[in-house]
């Protein structure tokens, strides 16, 4: 073996090469290419020892791997020491892989790692060969970075090509880096694509459309710029126009910045997303329920037109038939069908403005007992008309809740009718009032047909029915129940559905929150209206385009001993209010020409009609009719068909 040792130099030679930073080993100029020396830096690059490498074949210890054809290592490295033999010039590789074989565990495995390395061969001063100096890099950890931004920039391309959004990167400065397809689709391909930075006044030919709408849509008005400022930004709606055209879109954009190592912002990534579809779906779907509240009210007007004549006869018939037993069960049977019609009617109102939450509740302190004695009261013809037992337990103290009173009592008798209803003739019904620490919980049992786990599940849906015989005779809307819940929930409460299954009878519990006041007292007249005074004849204008219910209104009116003036034309209705100065005025609201709020307005405005008592008697139900009719000065409103008793007390009282 070739020696290197030189006495003057060995120290300086051995100092100098073992303490270089660049891995370097000698290489014995022979066809073995024998290992002669090599340095700390190349040891630790590879993870060999010093008498593993020294006076080996270089090749011997650095092979090619015979499981991976790509492995060149070898014959390029070989090929460039004898180059440098062979022509007595340094040779400089480029940039080349060589997997090392490493020894981990008792296992052996090949490692890729990457070099750029110089083949120098030395001489001695006679000027033969000595030996071939091997200097290399190790740029692994480089090239390995840079596969991987490479991968990440292919993988980066991938997404912003298939994303199905637009997405736009933008440098420190607000120059385009990229833009995916969805992004030139969203904004066209003839602004900012050719560019090296966006334009602040035209960004991406689109504009802030509304109340700013000649103003360019500016950087600094765009959630990209505020990301370019480091904050991140998410889903901000932007109403655009495009300066090219009428198109107007709504856009949904969410801006972040990019962050360098130290955390400065070096540019942002801004998503957006064309919205207008889902904001145009919305707005449809908000037109098709304003258009069904508008049907629902003209289809519970159009409905009640026809029952107001059909009950006021039937009421008619009673009072002037006492003694004829038939008319009087013909007479009951109409006004018990004309009641369930207006009930249907009121329920499918009640229900589209309870889950909208249209209504607003008048809460007072109420005590359940109070609520469970008027409901009691409204379903207690249809428990006795089907033969049921009726058992009732309450506590003898009172159980004060906050509430509604009316829309309470319509939650617990709607209960008490539905097991009225679908418990067979003869059955049982019990009512059950208990006060709780926090809740006032109001149940009611029944042994009826009960119901299936399924059911329960969905009981309290709208819509949601049992199983029905064909004769549907216990049939319904289907609406009764979600109304309960929602007016429930209104409340703060919650009411559930119990059943042991098909057969078996079920039990609904209605838990509200109790009211800590326990001193308050029930008032237990307070609510109750005050009874109607001994009739007064009072002289009385009726107007009705709907002339069965003109004439049935003013034949029952008349009855009871009024003066009653009718006429289905508002213009003569002022003429006639005019001449005769009624005491109270009965007004249809959905008049032709004049409306019966006009109407109302023109009464007033009259120093002759001003004094008279306005009673409003219409179709249209909703709290928007009521509050319209009050405004325009009507003293009191009642629904078609009129409840006779309700009518009278209005009439009982004097005008303000």
């Not at 070099?115 to 030996?131: E, F, I, K, M």
Request: aromatic share 4%; with cysteine.
């Amino acid at each position: 073996m070739t020696s290197l040792t030189t006495p003057a130099l060995d120290p300086l030679f051995q100092a100098s090469f073992h303490a270089s930073p660049i891995g370097q080993y000698l290489l014995a100029p022979t066809e073995r290419l024998e290992i002669l020396a090599v340095n700390d830096a190349f040891l630790r690059s590879v993870s060999r020892q010093r008498a593993d490498v020294l006076g080996r074949p270089l090749f011997d210890v650095f092979p090619n791997d015979p499981d991976d054809p790509r492995d060149t290592g070898v014959q390029d490295l070989a090929r460039s020491i004898r180059t440098a033999i062979a022509t007595g010039t340094t040779q400089t590789m480029p940039a080349q892989r060589y997997p090392i074989e490493m020894h981990r565990d008792g296992h052996s495995l090949f490692e890729d790692m990457y070099w750029s390395a110089t083949n120098t061969p030395v001489y001695r001063p006679d000027g033969s060969l000595l030996c071939v100096s091997h200097t290399t890099i190790d740029i692994t950890a480089q090239v390995k970075a840079e596969q991987a931004l490479k991968a990440s920039k292919e993988d980066l391309a991938t997404v912003l090509r298939v994303a199905p959004v637009g997405m736009l990167v933008v440098d420190r400065s607000g120059g385009v880096i990229e833009r995916n397809p969805e992004h030139a689709a969203l904004f066209g391909d003839d602004v900012s694509t050719h560019r090296e930075r966006v334009d602040p006044r035209e960004w991406q030919g689109w504009f802030i459309d509304g109340p700013d709408a000649g103003r360019a849509l500016a950087l600094a008005d765009w959630p990209l710029q505020r990301a370019l400022q480091g904050e991140t930004v998410s889903q901000v709606p932007i109403r655009v126009k495009s300066f090219y055209s009428e198109t107007v879109r709504t856009m949904l954009v969410s801006s972040a910045p990019m962050r360098g190592p130290a955390g400065e912002v070096t540019g942002a990534v801004a998503v957006s997303m064309d919205i207008e579809a889902r904001i145009r779906a919305e707005q449809a779907l908000q037109e098709a329920d304003r258009r069904k509240d508008e049907f629902l009210a003209m289809l519970a007007h159009e409905l009640r037109n026809p029952l107001a004549p059909i009950g006021t006869a039937a009421t008619l018939i009673m009072r002037s038939h006492r003694d004829d037993e038939q008319l009087q069960r013909t007479s009951k049977v109409i006004a018990r069908q004309v009641a369930h019609m207006s009930g249907l009617v009121d329920e499918l109102l009640d229900v589209a403005r309870v889950t909208r939450g249209l209504i607003t509740l008048d809460r007072t302190v109420l005590d359940a007992k109070r609520i469970l004695a008027d409901a009691l009261e409204q379903a207690r013809p249809a428990i006795e008309a089907r033969g049921h037992d009726l058992w009732v337990n309450q506590p003898p103290r009172p159980a004060f809740v906050l509430g509604d009173h009316k829309r309470l009592v319509q939650v617990l008798a709607n209960l008490l009718n539905n097991a009225a209803k679908f418990t067979p003739e003869g059955g049982f019904i019990q009512v059950d009032l208990a006060i709780g620490q926090e809740n006032v919980r109001m149940s009611v049992t029944d042994n009826g047909p009960g119901m299936s786990p399924e059911l329960i599940a969905r009981a309290f849906e709208l819509f949601a029915q049992g199983e029905r015989t064909l004769d549907r005779s216990q049939g319904g809307l289907g609406i009764g129940l979600a109304l309960v819940r929602s007016i429930v929930s209104l409340h703060g409460g919650q009411v559930d559905a119990q059943s042991d299954g098909p057969g078996q009878g079920t039990r609904f519990t209605v838990s509200l929150p109790k009211l800590q006041r326990d001193a308050i007292p029930a008032q237990e007249d307070q609510d109750r209206p005050a009874a109607p005074d001994a009739a007064v004849p009072l002289s009385i204008l009726s107007v009705d385009d709907n002339e069965d219910a003109l004439m049935m209104l003013k034949m029952l009116l008349g009855a009871q001993g009024h003066r009653v003036t009718a006429t289905s034309i508002p213009r003569e209705a002022l003429r006639l209010a005019d001449a005769e100065q009624p005491d109270v005025c009965v007004l249809d609201i959905g008049l032709p020409e004049i409306d019966g709020f006009a109407l109302a307005r023109a009464l007033r405005a009259n120093p002759r009609t001003r004094a008279a008592r306005l009673i409003a008697l219409s179709g249209y139900g909703q709290d928007e009719d009521r509050r319209q009719a009050f405004d325009a000065g009507f003293d009191a409103y009642l629904v078609k068909p009129v409840d006779v008793d309700a009518l009278s007390a209005a009439l009982s009282r004097p005008a303000p």
